[in-house]
């Protein structure tokens, strides 16, 4: 049976108008049928961006069906205890529509300045959380001794409605690969064109059959910001590499030939970012995508 194809919609700088529209786009999508929620995280800067998993709180309360991840949490900037304890604590409430994907960052990011952090030592770090994290998950007691962590007897209750928790991986560099076939249970790239999107999957598959482990195969996805119109260049410069020609902006039939490229890549989630000005744009743009984009690459 082939794997299933599933899309949503994300969140990166806050688009709209007023705090309470996230509200209302949230239950709009659920009307529409749109299969998931994303918001991109990240913790330092002026920019307004929320922070994601207090907003995976509140789409769990303000929706019934949806499901909502992060894209992606940067695990070696958190406790794992307290990681953990906000996931497990999110789908519980939600009954089981947490999507959490975690990632180690970039070493270029300033937030490894401006918290006093070695951005070399990000990816052990990480390391450490979510093998931590997966075994809270799992209703271990953990005893645990790392060059980062040390605890003694920790557990969480209440446990995730979902067993196990689904753990996606973010990055592309070849330890990334590596941590998603030790740790992952499926992967979603950043922004990236079809053919790097491509070489991960492989990559990361020949590592699973090294390491003697399986991902289902509709566990891969892809970031995709995109616009139904005319092409906005600014607004695509906000997520970089635009330059690069792999922003969808134009006619439906555009944004869909663009998604069967990360399809074909071997992506089976799709993550959609509206491009937008404001409340009304945005959510223009996201019942266009859901109405005339979604139906035509989902299976």
């Not at 529409?32 to 769990?60: F, I, N, P």
């Not at 195969?217 to 616009?227: F, I, L, Q, S």
């Amino acid at each position: 049976m082939p794997p299933k194809v599933r899309a949503g919609l994300g969140l990166a700088a806050f688009p709209f108008d007023d705090a309470r529209d996230l509200f209302a786009f949230a239950e709009r999508c659920e009307r529409l049928g749109v299969d998931s929620l994303w918001q991109t995280d990240r913790l330092h800067g002026s920019a307004g961006q929320l922070e994601a998993l207090a907003t995976m709180a509140t789409l769990a309360g303000c929706t019934e069906r949806i499901k909502f991840g992060m894209n992606a949490v940067v695990a070696s900037l958190r406790d794992p205890l307290v990681l953990a304890k906000q996931c497990a604590t999110i789908d519980f409430l939600s009954r089981g529509r947490l999507l959490p994907v975690f990632g180690v960052g970039v070493e270029v990011d300033p937030v490894w300045k401006a918290t006093g952090r070695e951005p070399a030592e990000r990816g052990r770090r990480a390391d450490e959380a979510l093998e931590i994290a997966q075994r809270l998950w799992r209703g271990e007691e953990v005893h645990f001794e790392g060059r980062f962590h040390r605890y003694a007897g920790a557990r969480i209750a209440p446990l995730p409605v979902q067993q196990p928790l689904p753990c996606w991986i973010g990055g592309s560099s070849s330890k990334a690969i590596r941590r998603t076939a030790r740790l992952g249970t499926g992967w979603l790239a950043g922004l990236a064109p079809p053919d790097e999107v491509a070489r991960v999957i492989a990559a990361i598959q020949a590592e699973l059959v090294r390491s003697g482990r399986t991902i289902d195969p509709d566990h891969y996805g892809a970031t995709v910001p995109c616009r139904i119109g005319a092409p906005d260049p600014a607004l695509a410069e906000r997520f970089g590499r635009a330059r690069g020609g792999f922003v969808p902006m134009g006619a439906p039939a555009e944004i869909v030939a663009r998604a069967r490229e990360y399809l074909a890549a071997g992506a089976t989630k799709l993550v959609l970012i509206p491009l937008a000005r404001g409340t009304r744009d945005f959510l223009d743009q996201a019942e266009r995508l859901a109405g005339e984009v979604l139906p035509a690459i989902e299976s």
